[in-house]
């Protein structure tokens, strides 16, 4: 198999099963902030405070893994590369934690929810990060890292549909909507260990160099001297918080304000399924703009796409459709071009310090995601339970319950998104920057 083809682009087989593994790996997250949270309280019977502590201490537990995975992952040097054994051994590893937090019990103890969540975090954060460092190594032009992540995004969407389906598919066959969240835990553990192997067979990552100078803990700190990077971390933190608020409300704010009760589910799978339409749209965008101005694009998109979903008529399904198709257009250009500019920083780093701490770097990112998400949830439904909001209760809910998760759902995105732009206005690796950089890393490698 050929790494490229005669225009220097990396070969679409290769990245195509760089991109497998997204399919489990987004199928797991989803449900994650989604499915679980509510699974929880309704089906196994947790408190809704509870529930969202829980989920949240889970999180910032494995926001603290991340970062010593990413080092161990920087000092690996194998025969079949620096991530691949990773996602190799942490796929079934995946498997066996999703299968027991998914087929729970009604009257788990919250002790139950903590071990299996907390490990299944750990196994998941492992695999995300070795499969976006095979995707980190697959090219090295700044223009070739968007397309490639792009189609990251593809496979998280296209595994975010899927699993989405399943529930749906359930429910019409006659189960309940319980069996449905365990119809997506039986696919997340058949699909996770076939979708690593598929990366490990047709990617091939690059043998990588000898590691001359190894990552160490105290590199955590010394990376933030990199303004890029703070620039990345500050937006994704930001955008992470946004989407976890705006995943964690999206069914209850359109069941208790819009009336829309299951169909919810399907507005949902509207808007992932717009996304992915339009990706190849945010690569064309990027290519024009450079990276961080399509970001920013993408940013004010979503602003106006919060008052649209404001404006949403009560009960109109076809409409409604309509309005979520065009808010979803921008929902993936944040998601991969942040981690396109990772590869960026990468190199910046490397021009600077002469070290290779990709790992570490998507670990930062990752640890940039999952505060921001863990906070989303935990804020969000310790402020909806202070507010009185009940789910199952639904348009029955008191005015100011009603009024409040109005607040919380359009208030926290819109001014994280605006946040985000702000930091990214000064962001300076641009195109010409980053190929300088690697101009001179040429020059340092030819002298060595």
């Known amino acids: 198999m050929t790494n490229t083809n005669q225009s220097g682009r990396t070969a679409i087989s290769r990245i195509l099963a760089f991109s497998a593994p997204s399919l489990p790996l987004a199928a797991f997250a989803l449900p994650v902030v989604i499915y679980l949270p509510p699974y929880y309280v309704n089906y196994v019977g947790l408190s809704l405070g509870l529930v969202g502590l829980v989920f949240m201490a889970a999180r910032l537990f494995d926001v603290v893994i991340d970062i010593f995975i990413g080092i161990s992952m920087d000092k690996t040097n194998t025969k079949i590369g ?113 979708c690593a192997l598929i990366s490990f067979c047709f990617a091939k990552e690059p043998i990588a160099a000898p590691i001359k100078s190894p990552t160490m803990p105290k590199d955590f700190l010394a990376l933030f001297s990199l303004a890029s990077l703070r620039r990345l971390m500050a937006t994704d933190l930001s955008l992470s918080f946004s989407g976890g608020v705006t995943g964690a409300m999206f069914v209850f704010y359109l069941s208790s304000i819009k009336d829309y009760g299951k169909n919810a589910f399907l507005l949902l799978l509207i808007y992932f399924v717009s996304g992915l339409i339009f990706t190849p749209l945010w690569v064309k965008v990027a290519k024009k703009l450079g990276k961080h101005r399509a970001l920013l694009v993408a940013c004010c998109y979503t602003i106006l796409g919060q008052l649209l979903v404001y404006s949403l008529p009560k009960g109109n399904l076809v409409l409604a459709g309509i309005i979520i198709g065009i808010v979803g257009v921008s929902y993936a250009a944040p998601l991969y071009l942040l981690r396109a500019m990772v590869s960026d920083v990468g190199d910046e780093d490397k021009l600077v310090t002469k070290k290779e701490r990709t790992g570490l770097l998507f670990a930062l990112l990752s640890f940039t995601s999952k505060i921001g998400y863990a906070l989303a949830v935990g804020v969000t439904f310790v402020l909806l339970q202070l507010i009185g909001y009940q789910p199952n209760l639904g348009m029955a809910n008191s005015p100011s319950s009603i009024s409040g998760l109005i607040l919380i759902y359009f208030g926290f995105p819109v001014l994280c998104q605006i946040i985000a732009i702000w930091v990214m206005s000064g962001y300076q690796l641009t195109k010409e920057r980053v190929e300088q950089v690697q101009s001179e890393l040429q020059k340092q490698g030819s002298e060595s």
């Open 82 to 194: 620096r991530f691949t054994p990773w996602l190799l051994v942490c796929a079934p590893i995946l498997s066996f934690f999703t299968w027991y937090l998914f087929m729970v019990k009604p009257g788990a103890s919250p002790w139950y929810l903590v071990f299996f969540l907390f490990s299944a975090y750990i196994a998941f954060s492992a695999s995300t990060l070795a499969q976006l460092g095979v995707g980190s190594s697959l090219s090295s032009d700044y223009h070739e890292r968007s397309r490639v992540f792009s189609f990251w995004q593809v496979g998280n969407i296209v595994g975010m549909l899927m699993v989405l389906s399943l529930p749906v598919i359930v429910v019409a066959r006659g189960g309940s909507d319980a069996d449905g969240v365990k119809a997506m835990g039986l696919f997340i553990v058949i699909a996770t260990p076939i």
